[in-house]
């Protein structure tokens, strides 16, 4: 094999392997928003960005105190909704956050499902 085939076989094999790394990276992969979320640094941090883009508007996150709805910091540690009293978990935060009640409106046309959990995510670490 001449030196030419094999530079044009490193240049490749190194072109796969950044696209690799990319694609891991999650740079390739374009939106996030029906990745799902894990309980991790990463969909926190996206969680909040859409928290403070969507749902600080009424919510606070660094108070319990109400704005408009309730404040959501240390939501986890209540463990029930104030307005209806059930159990605070992830299905329920999703149900809530995608189909609203006569407060608050439905999110499920405006986040992606992998943004909502995000968002729960986020919340859970208030």
Known sequence: MGNVNRNRICRIASIIAVLGALVGAGTVRGNNANR??????????RGKTLFQQKCSVCHYDTSDQKKIGPGLKGLSKRGTFTVNGNKITDDSLKTWIENG???????KDVLEPGQIKDVIAY???L
């Not at 894990?38 to 926190?44: E, K, L, Y």
């Not at 009640?101 to 999110?107: A, I, N, S, W």
């Open 36 to 45: 799902p979320a894990t309980n991790n640094a990463a969909a926190v941090a």
């Open 101 to 107: 009640d006569q407060l608050m409106p439905p999110f």
């Open 123 to 125: 919340v859970k670490t």
